[in-house]
């Protein structure tokens, strides 16, 4: 079965970049379609970025669009966020997901990582 460990994430000023790392293990990454989702304090898991199994497309939530960066690296087994010019509004625990259903992540087939802490203050 696949294991997701993230990593990365810590506590920053406002304006500062900070990537975060996902380490598949179990299974070979090139399998799973990945994604990034996060859970701001109080509030509901929502979607931030999602990479297709080949690697070929990105989508993201429109708040991070141009600011964040989804991608992977099959050769390490591992999948990365890189953020640039964080804001409070993107503190939040953040999940790795994978899906090993399609070419293209579905929220409702993924598994789940542990998460990382982002804490971004001003």
């Known amino acids: 079965q696949v294991q997701l460990v993230e990593s990365g994430g810590r506590s920053v000023e406002a304006g500062a970049s900070l990537t975060l790392s996902c380490a598949v293990r179990?299974?070979?990454?090139?399998?799973?379609?990945m994604g990034w989702f996060r859970q701001p304090p109080g509030k509901e898991r929502e979607f931030v970025a999602a990479?297709?199994?080949?690697?070929?497309?990105?989508n993201y939530k429109e708040a991070v669009n141009g600011r964040f960066r989804i991608y992977r690296d099959d050769a390490k087994n591992s999948m990365y966020l890189q953020m640039n010019s964080l804001t409070p509004d993107d503190t939040a625990v953040y999940y790795c997901?994978?899906?090993?259903?399609?070419?293209?992540?579905?929220?409702?087939?993924?598994?789940w990582g542990q998460g990382t802490q982002v804490t971004v203050s001003l």
């Open positions: 990479i297709t199994r080949t690697g070929g497309n990105t």
């Open positions: 179990g299974r070979t990454i090139r399998s799973y379609a």
């Open positions: 997901a994978a899906d090993g259903s399609s070419n293209v992540l579905r929220p409702t087939r993924v598994t």
